[in-house]
């Protein structure tokens, strides 16, 4: 099924784009054929580089301890399956075996007799097949339901793996996926999207006055208040450090400004308090923003440049303020 679609998709084949390929169709990676998904539904071209993108972000970056074991707990499932089927189609000749012999021996030798032993023989055998298929039903119940429990645990283990432990937001991983789908869905429709990058002002003091654990709660605060204002399609992770990303699809950079502009503007609003009766103040928190619009020619990396570009203007500009 991979190669064909490959073909249909004008994609090479080669190791790499056919593992993302194979993996898709074999459903093992529910994450890789989510993003795939949505690339098709956008009609969103495989170029070389979503192609690289998808290969680097979902299969080259997988632990090669899940791989073993879903490939080995996949394997027992389908030999499982594969045993109770057999014995099934086993039964099933059996009993038509049974009846072919049957109609012989009526035919050579009717009486009713006979016919009365035949019918006593043809309800047992039915009994036998009907009792084997409710032990093949519950069987296949168990196996069914083994293998929902494994594409549960793959789903979590790849929630886990897009998701940032602290924040419970998005990564950098998670991001890099998506901002690859908008660069790829501009590219092809125009469609605008605009991206922040945020960066929380003198985070250092926080750790070096506070320690740590401080530090972590005022990362989480700040993650608190970005997902508060964003919404819909908008996508925020936590890109690194105390740096975080917001990407807004179908935004132009006016209104991305406004969207920063709320966001600055609630977290400076509000106080954070710590220990264990909430009265001591950790003073103001703020953040510098950066707010750069997708450009035609643009890739991840440029963009992403430019807002890095617009956050540094902002944070030379006295911090706790704006730029695009």
């Given at each position: 099924m991979?190669?064909p679609q490959?073909?249909?998709?004008?994609?090479?084949v080669?190791?790499e784009?056919?593992?993302?390929w194979?993996?898709?169709?074999?459903?093992?990676?529910?994450?890789?054929?989510?993003?795939?998904?949505?690339?098709?539904?956008?009609?969103?071209?495989f170029?070389a580089?979503?192609?690289?993108?998808?290969?680097?972000n979902?299969i080259?970056?997988?632990?090669?301890?899940?791989?073993?074991?879903?490939?080995?707990e996949?394997?027992?499932?389908i030999?499982s399956?594969y045993s109770?089927?057999?014995?099934l189609?086993s039964?099933?000749?059996?009993?038509?075996?049974?009846?072919?012999?049957?109609?012989?021996?009526?035919?050579?030798?009717?009486?009713?007799?006979l016919?009365?032993?035949?019918?006593?023989?043809?309800?047992?055998?039915?009994?036998?097949?009907?009792?084997?298929n409710?032990?093949?039903?519950?069987?296949?119940?168990?196996?069914?339901?083994?293998?929902t429990?494994?594409?549960?645990?793959?789903?979590?283990?790849?929630?886990?793996?897009?998701?940032?432990?602290?924040t419970?937001?998005?990564?950098r991983?998670?991001?890099?996926?998506?901002?690859?789908?908008?660069?790829?869905?501009?590219?092809?429709?125009?469609?605008?999207?605009?991206?922040l990058?945020i960066d929380?002002?003198f985070f250092?003091?926080?750790?070096?006055?506070?320690?740590?654990?401080?530090?972590?709660?005022?990362?989480?605060?700040?993650?608190?208040?970005?997902?508060q204002?964003?919404?819909?399609?908008?996508?925020?992770?936590r890109?690194?450090g105390?740096?975080?990303v917001?990407?807004?699809?179908?935004?132009?950079?006016?209104?991305?400004?406004?969207v920063?502009?709320q966001?600055?503007?609630?977290?400076?609003?509000?106080?954070?308090?710590?220990?264990k009766?909430?009265?001591?103040?950790?003073?103001?928190?703020?953040?510098?923003?950066?707010?750069?619009?997708i450009?035609?020619?643009d890739?991840?990396?440029?963009?992403?440049?430019?807002?890095?570009?617009?956050?540094?203007?902002?944070k030379?500009s006295?911090?706790?303020?704006?730029?695009?």
């Amino acid at each position: 099924m991979a190669v064909p679609q490959m073909s249909a998709l004008h994609i090479p084949v080669t190791p790499e784009n056919y593992a993302i390929w194979y993996q898709y169709y074999a459903e093992t990676n529910l994450d890789l054929k989510r993003a795939i998904d949505g690339l098709i539904a956008n009609k969103v071209e495989f170029t070389a580089a979503v192609n690289q993108g998808l290969y680097n972000n979902f299969i080259q970056e997988q632990s090669p301890e899940v791989i073993d074991n879903v490939q080995i707990e996949t394997k027992l499932l389908i030999n499982s399956l594969y045993s109770k089927i057999s014995q099934l189609s086993s039964g099933t000749s059996d009993f038509s075996s049974s009846l072919h012999s049957l109609n012989e021996e009526l035919q050579s030798n009717p009486s009713s007799q006979l016919l009365n032993e035949l019918i006593v023989n043809i309800s047992f055998e039915v009994e036998k097949v009907l009792l084997n298929n409710d032990l093949m039903k519950a069987d296949i119940d168990s196996l069914g339901n083994e293998l929902t429990t494994l594409k549960d645990e793959m789903t979590s283990l790849s929630k886990v793996a897009m998701t940032d432990e602290l924040t419970s937001l998005n990564n950098r991983r998670a991001y890099e996926v998506f901002v690859l789908e908008q660069v790829s869905l501009f590219s092809h429709s125009n469609i605008p999207c605009c991206l922040l990058m945020i960066d929380i002002d003198f985070f250092k003091k926080f750790n070096d006055t506070y320690g740590h654990l401080v530090g972590d709660k005022v990362l989480a605060f700040v993650a608190f208040a970005l997902k508060q204002t964003v919404k819909g399609n908008d996508f925020v992770a936590r890109y690194g450090g105390e740096e975080f990303v917001i990407l807004l699809p179908n935004t132009e950079l006016q209104d991305a400004l406004t969207v920063a502009e709320q966001i600055k503007n609630r977290i400076a609003d509000k106080q954070l308090t710590i220990g264990k009766e909430k009265k001591q103040h950790l003073g103001k928190i703020t953040v510098s923003i950066g707010a750069a619009e997708i450009h035609p020619g643009d890739d991840s990396d440029t963009w992403l440049s430019r807002a890095d570009e617009m956050l540094y203007q902002a944070k030379s500009s006295g911090r706790n303020c704006v730029k695009g």
